[in-house]
């Protein structure tokens, strides 16, 4: 299994409150990935990193920023925590040499209360 | 952009027989792969099988296989001798541009 961590993996928090959702790995791949996963909805992407410094937004971008400040780190932040972004989320790395596949973290289950 | 269709939200099978899942897909990109992955009820996203655009030959993995038609933009799973730990969601997926972009998902049933 791909060296991948999440943390935490279950939060509780109020709206209006500030979140950060850690994602670590230890296979030095080059990119690195926010999902979030609702019903119906299958996982659609928030954003993802290309390498430290270097981000870019998905599909689902609004009320969410990252940062990468080492390769093997990859935070994303809710600045003020909504209801609508109670979901499941999941990092995911990749190794672009190796034709895009991707490795999931277990996720993190968040509720905005 | 890219988008992915899975039309199937529920599927069922008996244990043993044989069941397709089926996936369309569009995109611009002239070079990309086409994945299927299963999300058990412990969550954990597993790779099932990875399909090279650009070969003709459908991937295999075991009791897992793939139709890929490229002109239709199909890419179906099929499952043989269906087991009890076959139970998941399944979702299918294509690459591009750096991105993975997923469908709904099928969530899968084994009858006993």
């Known amino acids: 299994d791909a060296g991948i961590t999440q943390s935490p993996r279950h939060k509780v928090t109020e709206t209006g409150t500030p979140v950060t959702l850690r994602c670590h790995q230890t296979?030095?791949?080059?990119?690195m990935y926010w999902y979030r996963q609702d019903p119906g909805h299958g996982l659609r992407l928030i954003h993802y990193s290309y390498g430290v410094k270097d981000t870019d937004k998905g599909e689902v971008s609004d009320g969410y920023s990252v940062s990468r400040s080492k390769t093997e780190d990859f935070l994303l932040t809710l600045e003020s925590a909504t209801s609508s972004q109670t979901s499941v989320y999941f990092c995911?790395?990749?190794?672009?040499?190796?034709?895009?596949?991707?490795?999931f973290g277990p996720g993190t289950r968040l509720t905005v209360l | 952009a890219q988008t992915v269709t899975q039309s199937q939200p529920e599927m069922s099978v008996q244990e043993a027989e044989t069941v397709t899942l089926s996936c369309t897909y569009d995109t611009s990109e002239s070079d990309y792969y086409l994945f299927w992955y299963k999300q058990p009820p412990s969550r954990q996203m597993i790779l099932v099988i990875r399909q090279e655009a650009y070969k003709q030959q459908n991937a295999t993995e075991n009791r897992f296989s793939v139709n890929f038609q490229k002109a239709a933009k199909s890419f179906s799973l099929k499952i043989s001798d269906s087991q009890l730990g076959d139970a998941a969601m399944y979702f299918c997926?294509?690459?591009?541009?750096?991105?993975?972009?997923f469908g709904t998902g099928t969530r899968l049933t084994i009858i006993p």
């Open positions: 997926a294509s690459s591009g541009n750096e991105k993975l972009t």
């Open positions: 995911a790395i990749s190794d672009f040499e190796m034709a895009d596949e991707q490795f």
């Open positions: 296979e030095n791949h080059r990119y």
